[in-house]
Structures are given as C-alpha cells and as structure tokens.
C-alpha cells in the first residue's frame, strides 16, 4: 500500500484554509504542517485542522514532497521557485502569476528540475465540466458569463485575472486552436485609472471558434454560466448549480424539419399549434456530487504520485495568462 502524500500548506487566508480542510480529509494525504506570513493565521490554521504551523517555509519544504501555494498571486513566483528549487511539487492556485513573465519563469523552472505543477483552475474540476468533458464537441461558438457582487476580495488585481481567468482556461481548453484575434472592452467603476471591474472580451480562433465572454463584479447577482454551440449539439452548463445539459442535432433536426414542412405545405394553420420547446429533446449529463476542491487535490496527488502530467499544466496555466493579458491589452484606456 502507498503511503499517503506529505503534503504542506502555504498561505492561511481563505483559500489556503480550505486546501488545508480538504488535504485534512484525503487519505491519500498526510497534512504535514501550514505556513503562513502571520505567526497567528498560521497557528489558527494549523489548530482547526490538527497540524503543525511552522515559523520557516525553509522547514516546512524540508519535510514535504508538495505544497499548495495560496498566497498573494504576487508572490507566486518567489515561493514556486523556492519549492521547485527543493524538488516539491506543487499545486499553484490561479492565476498561476500576475503575468506572463512571471508565469514564464515558473515554467521554464518546474521543465528543468522535473518537478510537477499544477494550476488550480478548480472549474475543470466543477462536475458539470467533467461531464461535459464526456462529449466529443467542436465548438463554433461559446459564450460565457461570470458576474456577482463584490467580495472585497482581490480588488488589487483586475476582474480578467480574478475572475474571467477561470472561463479563459475553459475556453482555450474547449477551443483547442490558437487565438487569432482578441477584442475587449472593460470598465474601472471602484477607482477610475484603477484594474477593471467589468469587462467583456471576443476571442476569435484560427479554426473559426469565437468565444464571447463576460465578467463583472459589481453585479447584484451571482450567475456563472457556459453555453457551446457546435455543428452536432447545443450544450448549456450552470457552474454554480454544477448541471449541464445538452441538446443533440442528430435527436432534434428531424422533428423540427418535419414542423417546417407541415407549415409550409399548409397543413398547420394555428402557429401556437408549434412549441419549439416540445419539438427539442433535452438530455440532461449526469453529474458527480464530488467536491471540486477534491477532485483536484486527487488529481494532483495522483499526477505527483505516478509522476505524470498535472490534469492543469503549467504551460495551460501560462497560456491563460497569455490570453488575459492580451485582452486587458485590448480594452480602450480612455473607458479605464
């Protein structure tokens, strides 16, 4: 039997607390110990989820073989090399580095010491995505919505890499095609001159895909949704909800072709006699309750483990970042 996996925690605020509950949960992980910049978040930390707090990162890499940064996204980079530098692996929570350079330098390093990383786009891990993942789909046309109120969390960094970070991922993923062509347009409503807080972006790719999103955290409501339009299936997915469901062509094209014919040969004379709801076939995917923090952390234990590719390279980790740079790049500075 395997033993579990020493692993340590660094950065105890929100995030680094729930990586900390979730590793305490995991039998294939041993909770090593946190680490945090704060003697008190540390020892909080370490409390709530029987650990130790350690006072030197230096001795918390000393007895782990990987790490979850949750840090400052500043601070990527310093602490990733650190890890790297020592051999341990890591899991790097999104964006894996306020910009490219950064997260250049974080992937060059982990390709010359062998060392695994992984970036925590935890919505690859949301189970309406990894249900959607089932479907073999080429996309013609995607859109995307992520708005909800402000958390006053994050509020240092743009809305792009806060929060459209997660649906750029996804896109890139679902696209498969390098970007052609990027158009955005983004307002600073906080702070003017200050990161953007809404923002709406048009990715063309070089096979044809357009990808519409939008992002905003000065919403009044929450709503995190995707819908894909390909030649063969419509597919709409709720992240928050975690449901998805898809409408099929080959299932639905006859009926509706079948409607069209009657009403143009005359045979339907009352057009409320048509719903087009009632003609369409829905299926809806099923769906896993695991929970996506989870699914993660076994996914990276496991890539760690049988040293394999992480689920999230580094390098799909940089060309997100790529992407968000370009389309804060786009937006007219005047509208800033």
């Known amino acids: 039997m395997t033993s579990p996996l020493s692993v340590g925690v660094i950065g105890c605020g929100r995030m680094g607390r729930l990586h900390a509950r979730v590793c305490s949960q995991i039998p294939q992980i041993k909770l090593a110990g946190?680490?945090?910049?704060?003697?008190?978040?540390?020892?909080?930390?370490?409390g709530q989820f029987s650990t130790r707090a350690y006072e030197k990162i230096d001795a918390l890499l000393a007895d782990v073989a990987a790490v979850v940064i949750a840090a400052p996204t500043n601070q990527h980079l310093e602490l990733a090399k650190q890890c790297i530098e020592r051999g341990v692996a890591c899991l790097i929570e999104k964006p894996l580095a306020g910009d490219s350079k950064s997260a250049r330098q974080i992937v060059d390093l982990a390709r010359q010491r062998g060392v695994c990383v992984q970036v925590g786009h935890i919505e690859r891990f949301n189970p309406a995505v990894r249900a959607m993942g089932n479907l073999d789909i080429r996309p013609r046309f995607i859109e995307v919505t992520r708005i909800s109120p402000l958390t006053f969390r994050s509020i240092d960094v743009g809305v792009v890499l806060d929060m459209m970070i997660h649906d750029i991922d996804i896109v890139l993923r679902l696209a498969a095609s390098p970007v052609a062509r990027v158009d955005a347009v983004g307002v600073s409503v906080i702070e003017a001159g200050a990161p953007?807080?809404?923002?709406?972006?048009?990715?063309?790719?070089?096979?044809?895909?357009?990808?519409?999103?939008?992002?905003?955290?000065?919403?009044?409501?929450?709503e995190r949704k995707l819908r894909v339009f390909s030649a063969n299936c419509y597919i709409s997915l709720d992240y928050q909800k975690k449901h998805a469901m898809v409408a099929r062509r080959g299932e639905n094209l006859k009926a509706i072709r079948d409607a069209v014919a009657r009403l143009r040969a005359g045979e339907v004379k009352d057009l409320s006699e048509l719903n087009f709801s009632e003609l369409v076939q829905i299926e809806e995917l099923a769906i896993d309750d695991v929970e996506p923090l989870r699914a993660e952390w076994e996914s990276f234990v496991d890539s760690v483990v049988r040293r394999e590719l992480a689920a999230v390279t580094a390098e799909e980790g940089l060309a997100a970042v790529e992407v968000a740079e370009r389309i804060v790049g786009a937006m007219k500075p005047e509208m800033l």
């Open 34 to 46: 946190v680490y945090d910049v704060s003697p008190d978040a540390a020892a909080a930390t370490a």
């Open 196 to 222: 953007e807080d809404i923002c709406n972006a048009r990715l063309t790719f070089e096979n044809g895909c357009v990808a519409n999103l939008t992002a905003s955290r000065l919403a009044l409501k929450t």
